[in-house]
C-alpha cells in the first residue's frame, strides 16, 4: 500500500481539522494583515501624538511669554536692579510652575514639562524629576541633538528674545519651553489595535475556510481534504 506524503493526508478528526484551518487562519492574517494594519494605525498614533505634543509646547510658550511680560513690567515699576534678577526669576517661577504641573497632569503621556531661560530651569513638572536628567534634556533640546531615545518625543519652542533692559550689564537671555512626551503608550495601544485587527480578520478567514466542512453548500471541501 502506498502512502500518501503528509501533507497530502490530513487528519481525518474534524477537531484535528478545525485547529489546523484556524492556524492557518491566523498564520494568514499575521503575514498580511498585520505588517498593514500596524503601519497604518503607528502612523495614525504618532500623529496624533505629535499634535499633542505640539499644542502642549504651544500652549506653554504663550502662557510664558505672558509670564515675561508681567515680570518685566513689575521690574520696570518697582525700579529693581537689572544686575541682579533674582527676585523677576522667583516671580516667574511662583506663576509659572502651578501652570506646568496642571498641563503636566493633564496628559498621561507627558514626561517632562519645563519652561527655561538661557539654560536655567524656571519651572519643571512633574515634581522632582530628576535634575541631571533635566539637565541633559535641557541640553539635547536647545543643542538640537538627535533623539537620543526612541521612548520619548521631543517638542521644543523659543520665546520671542525679551528686550535689554537699559544699563544692564549681562548678555541678554533668551527664553523657551521645553516638552518631552512618553511613546511607550502609544506603542501599546497600536500592538493592541493590530492584535485584535489580526484576531477579526483570522475569525473571518476561519468562517469562511469551515463552512464547507460543516455541511454549508459551498464548494472546496474536497479540495481541503485531497
Request: net charge positive.
Amino acid at each position: 500500500m502506498v502512502s500518501r506524503p503528509w501533507y497530502r493526508s490530513p487528519p481525518r478528526s474534524l477537531w484535528a481539522q478545525s485547529g489546523l484551518l484556524l492556524l492557518l487562519a491566523v498564520a494568514l492574517s499575521a503575514a498580511v494583515v498585520a505588517p498593514l494594519n500596524y503601519r497604518r494605525v503607528h502612523e495614525q498614533l504618532s500623529k496624533e501624538l505629535d499634535a499633542r505634543g505640539r499644542a502642549t509646547v504651544q500652549t506653554l510658550a504663550k502662557v510664558y511669554e505672558l509670564s515675561v511680560a508681567s515680570s518685566a513690567q513689575a521690574q520696570v515699576a518697582a525700579n529693581a536692579n537689572p544686575r541682579e534678577p533674582v527676585a523677576d526669576k522667583e516671580r516667574e517661577a511662583r506663576r509659572m510652575q502651578p501652570i506646568v504641573e496642571t498641563l503636566a497632569s493633564a496628559d498621561p503621556d507627558v514626561y517632562y514639562l519645563a519652561a527655561v531661560r538661557g539654560r536655567e530651569v524656571i519651572a519643571v513638572a512633574p515634581a522632582g524629576f530628576p535634575v541631571e536628567e533635566l539637565q541633559q534634556a535641557v541640553s539635547e533640546h536647545l543643542d538640537k541633538v538627535r533623539e537620543p531615545r526612541a521612548d520619548i518625543r521631543r517638542f521644543t519652542q523659543m520665546l520671542v528674545p525679551r528686550p535689554p533692559t537699559e544699563g544692564m550689564a549681562m548678555p541678554q537671555q533668551f527664553d523657551s519651553v521645553i516638552v518631552g512626551l512618553r511613546t511607550d503608550r502609544t506603542e501599546a495601544r497600536v500592538m493592541k489595535e493590530s492584535l485584535f485587527s489580526v484576531a477579526t480578520s483570522a475569525l473571518f478567514l476561519f468562517t469562511v475556510l469551515i463552512l464547507p466542512c460543516c455541511g454549508i453548500p459551498l464548494s472546496g471541501c474536497r479540495g481541503i481534504m485531497l
